[in-house]
């Protein structure tokens, strides 16, 4: 199982949930992960394409290509302006 974490109030608006638990069967990845998992995440996967989601996965740096499996913890935040060179953190 992996758990989802989703914060800033612009992900946190376009989700039902602030954390999501989804099965796994092997390694995927990040984007494969949300993929999988449209219908759940909500408005969160059109930031996908856009490059305003930072990606942590088990307390370090990732990207939508980052592999994931069993027992991970994917944290997603919201860039506020992902052409501004950091992160801009919106956390609740």
Avoid at 65 to 73: A, E, M, P, R, Y
Wanted: no cysteine; aromatic share 8%.
């Amino acid at each position: 199982m992996v758990t989802v974490l989703l914060f800033g109030q612009t992900l946190l608006q376009s989700a039902e949930e602030p954390e999501f638990q989804f099965e796994v069967t092997g390694p995927t990845t990040v984007k494969g992960l949300l993929d999988a998992n449209r219908s759940r995440l909500g408005g969160v996967i059109q930031f996908m394409g856009t490059g305003e989601l930072l990606v942590t996965v088990n307390r370090k740096v990732g990207s939508l290509d980052s592999l994931v499996q069993d027992g991970d913890t994917v944290k997603l935040t919201h860039q506020f302006n992902p052409t501004y060179d950091g992160a801009t953190w919106h956390n609740p």
